[in-house]
C-alpha cells in the first residue's frame, strides 16, 4: 500500500495523494478548482467555451487569470494554468498541475510566440533546466471577473488594499473626480 508523499526537486514538487492504496496526482482542472474561485466545469479543452457568457475572456496576461490550452493529440483534454507573474508583453509565469512532471509546479515561465502577440501560441519552460519546451496553441486567458466587466487598474488595488476593513466598505471614487488626472493609465497589460 502506498502513502501520501511528497517529493521535491528543486522549485518544483510532486504531490502524490494516497486513494484506495493508489497514487493519484491532482489533474490542472482541480489544481484550478482548489487554488482560484472559476466555477468552471468539463475538460481543461472545454473551460474556453463554458466560461463564455460568465467569465471575461482575452488575448493579455492578468495575474490571477487562467490560461486556456487548445487540445492537441499530445494533450487530448486540454490543459489549464493559473497566472502568478506579468514578466512583460510576451512572458509570465504560471502555477499548474499535470505538466510534464505530472506533478504541481510553481512560477513556471511561458513565452508568447504567436505572430500577433495575442497569447494563441506559445512555449512552457522545461521543469529540470528552463529551456522552452514545443509550441502549443491556446485560446487565450479567462479572467475570474463577468465577461464585459474592466479589470481595475493596479493603483487603485494598491490603494484599498492599505486601507482599513472599515475603509474598503466605503470607499468610493466619486464620479466627478479626476482620480487619474489628465492622463488615463491604459487599461490594457501591454
Not at 4 to 28: D, E, M, N, P
Not at 43 to 63: C, I, K, L, M, S
Not at 143 to 156: A, D, F, L, M, W
Request: with cysteine.
Amino acid at each position: 500500500m502506498r502513502h501520501s508523499s511528497r517529493l521535491v526537486k528543486g522549485a518544483h514538487s510532486l504531490h502524490r495523494h494516497s486513494r484506495h492504496g493508489h497514487a493519484h496526482v491532482i489533474q490542472c482542472v482541480a489544481y484550478v478548482h482548489q487554488n482560484t474561485d472559476f466555477q468552471i466545469r468539463g475538460n481543461a479543452r472545454d473551460w474556453w467555451r463554458n466560461a463564455e457568457g460568465t467569465y471575461a475572456r482575452g488575448q493579455q496576461p492578468e495575474v490571477g487569470a487562467v490560461l486556456s490550452f487548445r487540445a492537441t493529440r499530445r494533450m487530448p483534454l486540454g490543459h489549464v494554468a493559473v497566472v502568478s507573474q506579468k514578466i512583460d508583453s510576451r512572458t509570465i509565469m504560471i502555477n499548474q498541475s499535470h505538466w510534464i512532471s505530472n506533478g504541481i509546479t510553481h512560477n513556471t515561465r511561458v513565452v508568447d510566440v504567436s505572430p500577433e502577440n495575442d497569447w494563441t501560441a506559445v512555449r512552457v519552460a522545461l521543469p529540470h533546466d528552463g529551456r522552452l519546451g514545443s509550441i502549443y496553441p491556446t485560446y487565450g486567458f479567462i479572467y475570474n471577473r463577468q465577461e464585459g466587466v474592466t479589470p481595475v487598474p493596479r493603483s487603485v488595488h494598491n490603494v484599498v488594499a492599505r486601507g482599513k476593513a472599515s475603509d474598503m466598505e466605503t470607499a468610493t471614487i466619486p464620479a466627478d473626480s479626476n482620480f487619474f488626472g489628465d492622463e488615463a493609465p491604459s487599461r490594457s497589460l501591454q
